[in-house]
């Protein structure tokens, strides 16, 4: 009895054998490109973690092709990976993988961007990325229900004090040209600036968005109608002067969703069409606004 056990256990332990030895293998290679240009990088560093799969092992053989951007892993056991790619001054990217005995290859393309690029929208150009100015954000309210809120008016900062200002248009403040003086500076505390006009895109919209921040949560992207309101219907938004009546909100029951894809660490690809017309667009994360811009569909 024990002889026929061991003759099945043994059996066992040849077929798991088995099965370990013919795992199958397969290859894993793609490109390292600029996030903003499209174009591929020379000798990235490209790596998948928790195995020995690096550019940076002295047995990686491609290196030649590295210099063009591109990198190969050969044999590599089937299974799930998480890929790394980067380079000096650029911020990584990582992607998962899953490879299966009926699919052991991939072919990938990683993204990774300069380090030098500050947080804020961007469009992507063949020269490299170029900043949406946020125009509007001194205008910006913070709002809870009703998302965001723009000011149409903002007093025009000429100086802290009536000396300051005084000073900065040659007038004097004492005796009879100081009378002239606090007339002076009247008039210019009086002077305001206009909310800017939206910016026109094309309803198609394509944009990059580099947070400020590392977050775990994902971003959320959405655009809403635009519209001038009585800000007293808004009474959760603070932030307006005395005396302004009336503020730019989003129409909160046509929200739109847009697309947003993880690009590499921090930045995001925000895809989707605009309804045509003036749209305020949001970027929350937590339930809070991260920012807003002003738009205009064409």
Known sequence: MKKKLSICAAAIIALAMTACDSGKTGTIEGEVCDAFTGKPL?????????????????????????RKGKFKFVKVPVGSYRVYAGRSKYVKTRMRIETTEQNPNATLRLYIYSAQVDPGLYQGT???????????????????????????????????????????????????????????????????????????VDSKLEVFFRNASSVTTPLIAKTYPAVVAPIASHKDCKGFGAGETNGVFPVKDKATDLKVEYVAENLFKITGTLPKGKQIIQLSQDGKTVQTYYFEAK
């Open 42 to 66: 020379e000798m990235p560093t490209v790596g998948m973690d928790s195995t020995i799969y690096t550019t940076l092992s002295k047995k990686y053989e491609f290196n030649q092709e590295l």
């Open 126 to 200: 063949s020269e490299g990325p170029l900043k949406i100015d946020n125009k509007w954000v001194v205008y910006s309210t913070n709002c809870n229900e009703s998302i965001a809120g723009y000011r149409l008016t903002m007093p025009q900062q000429s100086g802290n004090s009536t000396a300051s200002i005084a000073e900065k248009i040659g007038v004097p403040q004492k005796g009879k040209k100081g009378k002239k003086a606090k007339k002076a500076v009247a008039q210019v505390a009086a002077q305001v600036t206009n909310l800017p006009e939206p910016r026109v």
